[in-house]
């Protein structure tokens, strides 16, 4: 069983940033891929970004804004977001995979605000 606690979200104007964090409860080279999601009102989760052997791959919709990175020795994934938009408006989720498991985070809130 994976453990993950994020941080981070809040109300931010359009074009500021944030940064999200996720803690994981295990070492972090024990799980297979780790990244975020985000869902909108009324709309599916969707992928940001996720790093996965080392690449990471991200969303059309927020390539070039956004950089997922990691803290290996605090077990901690973190998102940087810039040039926010109001589209970016979400509950984002920390996600881990391990083999065929799947742990999510409780979520965070982002509201960008125009």
């Known amino acids: 069983q994976v453990q993950l606690v994020e941080s981070g979200g809040g109300l931010v104007q359009a074009g500021g940033s944030l940064r999200l964090s996720c803690a994981a409860s295990?070492?972090?080279?024990?799980?297979?891929?780790m990244g975020w999601f985000r869902q909108a009102p009324g709309k599916q989760r969707e992928l940001v970004a996720v790093?996965?052997?080392?690449?990471?791959n991200y969303a059309d919709s927020v390539k070039g804004r956004f950089t997922l990175s990691t803290d290996n020795a605090k077990n901690t994934v973190y998102l940087q977001m810039h040039s926010l938009k109001p589209e970016d408006t979400a509950v984002y989720y920390c996600?881990?995979?391990?083999?065929?498991?799947?742990?999510w985070g409780q979520g965070t809130q982002v509201t960008v605000s125009s």
């Open positions: 996600n881990a995979r391990r083999r065929l498991n799947f742990y």
């Open positions: 295990q070492d972090i080279f024990s799980i297979d891929a």
């Open positions: 790093s996965v052997g080392g690449s990471v």
